[in-house]
């Protein structure tokens, strides 16, 4: 005669006990409880949503970047600054991320040496191409916004590697988008 372990049956001949039923909401339950606490780390303190700059934010941030291109031609810099309206039109943070890559471009030759290089070819540029990505004096806006375009050109073209090493070098609390 067979021992019998365990006096337990999770089924009958006609389906799930009442304790198998219990043991699967209890399972059901506590995987909702579990994936409710992944909003929070270990202790306890919620995660902080990323902040959306809005156009008055960004534009004033533009408007500084504008004012220490001194070098630039008086023209480029009423372009640019003509750019950024007193009053914006409403705008997705993607947009803004453009317009403003667009800014840098028209007073800046290396970046637009550098952006247009990104345009023309599919190929990975060679390190010293990507050099403007290191230049400290630069500032962290300005930076920060053109490794992110350059980590999504990575990315796009599957250099996910790359693309995270740059990503690595990004001050996330200047990207506009």
């Known amino acids: 005669m067979a021992k019998k372990h365990s006096s337990i049956q999770f089924e009958t001949a006609s389906g ?3 304790f198998g039923r219990w043991l699967v909401l209890c399972g059901l339950a506590f ?3 579990v994936l409710l606490g992944t909003g929070s780390d270990c202790r306890g303190v919620q995660p902080v949503a990323p902040s959306i700059p809005d156009y008055a ?3 004033g941030r533009m408007l500084n970047w504008i004012d220490t291109h001194k070098d630039a031609s008086e023209e ?3 372009a640019a600054i003509q750019s950024w309206p007193e009053v914006g039109e409403v705008t997705s943070p993607d947009e803004l991320w453009d317009r403003s890559l667009r800014t840098f471009v028209k007073l800046d030759p290396k970046t637009r040496e550098f952006l247009g290089q990104l345009g023309r070819r599919s190929e990975l540029p ?3 191409d990507a050099a403007l ?3 400290a004096d630069r500032g962290d806006f300005f930076l920060a916004n053109l ?3 350059y980590a999504r050109w990575l990315t796009q073209h599957e250099l996910s ?3 995270l090493e740059v990503i690595d070098q990004i001050n996330t609390s200047e990207v506009i988008s």
């Open 57 to 59: 934010s960004v534009r």
């Open 133 to 135: 990505l290191y230049e």
């Open 16 to 18: 799930p006990s009442l």
């Open 147 to 149: 490794r992110l375009h």
């Open 76 to 78: 480029a810099r009423l």
């Open 161 to 163: 590697e790359l693309a």
């Open 126 to 128: 060679r390190p010293h």
């Open 31 to 33: 995987g909702g409880l």
